[in-house]
């Protein structure tokens, strides 16, 4: 999730409640911090391990079309966010590097005439290694990218032919080598337990991308998920205790190397931490446009969720239409419990018990048994006004945010 996982794992609950929008019973005294995402949804091929919303580019892509689109769909979301200040922004997909500088300047423009964007705003844009171009690159920082996150995986030959990667290692090496040139401030993405890798080669990725001294790494275990190709003909993966070995190992070094291990996926330098990925896991606001984006922002008396329209080609029709959202509803006040856990538990020093208050406008005794329940399997740690998971909690987050759903696994509807 290149950076942008962090957007599939926290809109997992967005497709509970088609079309509810009921009335509120919270109150909200002021919003979180706002994010914008921007999706992209083409790429030149689709990894078998993908399950976000990309689609091979088979003829050309309507740029100027689709970037159109992107800006009637942020105008239309302007009531909901009237005032608000933007203090990061985020270009995943699919592959937005596809897009020409000179798109992106457009778009960024029209952003900032939008919206109030904050001097120092992070502006991330995801990269494959197979489209990087120097010319393209310097491009993309003149129009005002500032922070860039390249979808490394690996750097063995085997291995990116293996997760169908269109770029080789020494394309991923130069791609590096040009990001460095334009940018100070780069995530690599590495993915571990990939088919037939061994614990050394899985350090060696990590070595390799150190010798270029990133700013950020984000490390993700390969998962098998629904509705892609690797589902449906499963690779042989390295057994669970290698891949643990493999995980054990990467924080150790990347600790050694200075990096802060400050989320379950992601480790950073001194103050470069991803601002706009922070803000997911701190349960902040962030307004999704473009094809099957999804948004979330808190309003003064309820949550609301929203989902734009999935398929490029449906969505740049309903936006001519301006029909801009397939999908709205506020979340259940019973829900947001389990919302907010899934994204602070992620967190390695957890949070504050002010944050989860202001986030859900919900006293924290609404869960104490939850978390009554949590501490007794060792899986978090309350201090005064903190809770942040155990080593045992940050290694099986899924059983500790089971304690916080409100059907349990196994329970009858």
Avoid at 71 to 79: H, N
Avoid at 151 to 176: E, T, V
Avoid at 202 to 217: E, F, G, I, N, R
């Amino acid at each position: 999730m290149p950076d942008s996982k962090a957007a599939r794992i926290i809109t997992i609950v967005a497709h509970g409640k088609p079309g509810r929008l009921a009335p509120g019973q919270l109150e909200f005294r002021s919003p979180p911090p706002l994010s914008l995402y921007v999706h992209i949804p083409w790429c030149i091929r689709k990894c078998p391990y993908c399950d976000f919303n990309s689609h091979e580019a088979r003829r050309q892509i309507p740029e100027a079309d689709y970037i159109a689109a992107l800006i009637a769909d942020l105008e239309s979301a302007l009531p909901l966010i009237w005032g608000r200040k933007v203090s990061s922004i985020f270009f995943g997909g699919g592959t937005p590097s596809l897009f020409s500088g000179q798109s992106l300047d457009t778009l960024l423009t029209a952003i900032r005439t939008l919206v109030p964007l904050l001097p120092d705003a992070e502006v991330t844009l995801e990269a494959n290694p197979g489209t990087v171009e120097s010319e393209k690159f310097a491009a993309f920082r003149d129009a005002g990218i500032n922070r860039l996150s390249l979808g490394i995986q690996s750097f063995n030959p085997a291995h990116l032919k293996a997760l169908g990667r269109i770029h080789n290692g020494n394309d991923a090496r130069r791609a590096i080598e040009i990001a460095t040139r334009h940018f100070d401030n780069i995530n690599l993405d590495l993915m571990y337990g990939l088919p037939e890798q061994t614990l050394a080669q899985a350090m060696d990725d990590v070595d390799a991308a150190l010798a270029y001294a990133p700013t950020h790494l984000s490390c993700y275990q390969l998962t098998l998920e629904a509705n892609t190709a690797f589902a449906a003909a499963p690779p042989a993966l390295p057994d669970p205790d290698c891949c643990a070995d493999m995980q054990d190992a990467i924080e150790a070094r990347l600790a050694i190397a200075g990096f802060t291990h400050y989320e379950t996926s992601a480790f950073a330098q001194t103050g470069r931490h991803c601002r706009h990925n922070v803000n997911y896991w701190t349960f902040g606001d962030y307004l999704g446009i473009g094809a099957g984006a999804h948004g979330k922002l808190t309003l003064h008396n309820q949550v609301l969720r929203q989902m734009r329209w999935k398929q490029p080609k449906q969505y740049l029709a309903k936006v001519a239409e301006a029909t801009f959202i397939d999908n709205e509803f506020a979340v259940d006040s019973a829900d947001l419990p389990f919302e907010f856990m899934m994204n602070a538990l992620r967190l390695n020093q957890g949070f504050d018990v002010s944050l989860f208050e202001a986030r859900t406008a919900l006293p924290l005794v609404s869960i104490e048994n939850e978390l009554r329940q949590a501490e007794a399997c060792g899986l978090i740690v309350r201090r005064p006004g903190h809770i942040a998971p155990t080593e045992l909690g940050r290694h099986h987050l899924n059983r500790l945010l089971e304690c916080f759903l409100t059907e349990k696994p196994g329970n009858t509807p």
